[in-house]
């Protein structure tokens, strides 16, 4: 069955540490690929996307992530974090390919905190 | 944010009760999807919608059952609330132009 896993489930970190967020998926036709946020109490909001093209995105707040496709993964990353970057962090697969107009699947989640 | 809203934000609800919770989006979007939320599954797909009247089952859809009558509403109706339906359920809207889904500000339900 399709998944996508997220290796990390609680991450704790100081201000201005570098954060990565695992995520790999079990697909191996072509993928879109996703990272939501969720701040406490709040919806989920896009953070970056990826359809084709450069395998490293930027998305908003400064965040990237980079497909490698040989390893079925999408690590998010953020050279410096800020208190306010505390929150669920969500990846999630698309395996349309052709559309993302289709289903997503999540991945289980990482809730990040960071101590000020 | 994309024009979506969810009702009722919460509700408490006893076993054995129907519940029904509405999505509407100002958008015009095709897509709607029904998701729930619980920890440590991140969400997981009900049911969702490629259209009025047209919809189809997702992963976890055993116990709920959806309408779209109109390209602005998709309800999401538990026919017989049970426990382990206690969950946050968030609907989201997607089109092929916009390339992704948006969600809404999620319905917090717990069933005693």
């Known amino acids: 069955a399709q998944s996508v896993s997220q290796h990390n489930h609680h991450v704790i970190l100081s201000e201005a540490a570098s954060l990565e967020l695992g995520c790999n998926y079990s697909?191996?036709?072509?993928?879109?690929l996703f990272w939501y946020v969720q701040y406490p109490g709040q919806h989920l909001q896009l953070l970056l996307k990826?359809?084709?093209?450069?395998?490293l995105v930027k998305g908003i707040k400064g965040f990237e992530a980079e497909f490698i496709k040989s390893k079925f993964s999408f690590n998010l990353r953020k050279p410096s974090v800020q208190w306010s970057d505390t929150a669920e962090y969500f990846c999630?697969?698309?395996?349309?390919?052709?559309?993302?107009?289709?289903?997503?699947?999540f991945g289980q989640g990482t809730t990040l905190q960071v101590k000020p | 944010d994309a024009g979506i809203t969810q009702s009722p934000r919460h509700k408490v609800t006893e076993t054995g009760t129907p519940v029904t919770l509405r999505c509407h989006q100002t958008?015009?979007?095709?897509?709607m999807y029904w998701y729930r939320q619980d920890p440590g599954h991140g969400l997981r797909l009900i049911h969702y919608?490629?259209?009025?009247?047209?919809?189809d089952k997702g992963e976890v859809s055993d116990g709920y059952s959806v309408s779209r009558s109109k390209t602005e509403d998709f309800l999401l109706t538990l026919e017989s609330a049970t426990s382990s339906q206690t969950s946050v359920y968030f609907c989201?809207?997607?089109?092929?132009?916009?390339?992704?889904?948006?969600f809404g500000p999620g319905t917090r339900l717990t069933v005693l």
């Open positions: 697909y191996g036709g072509t993928v879109n």
């Open positions: 989201a809207i997607g089109s092929r132009e916009i390339d992704t889904q948006y």
């Open positions: 990826y359809f084709s093209g450069d395998p």
């Open positions: 958008e015009n979007h095709r897509y």
């Open positions: 919608s490629y259209g009025v009247k047209d919809t």
């Open positions: 999630a697969v698309s395996p349309d390919g052709s559309s993302n107009t289709g289903k997503l699947i």
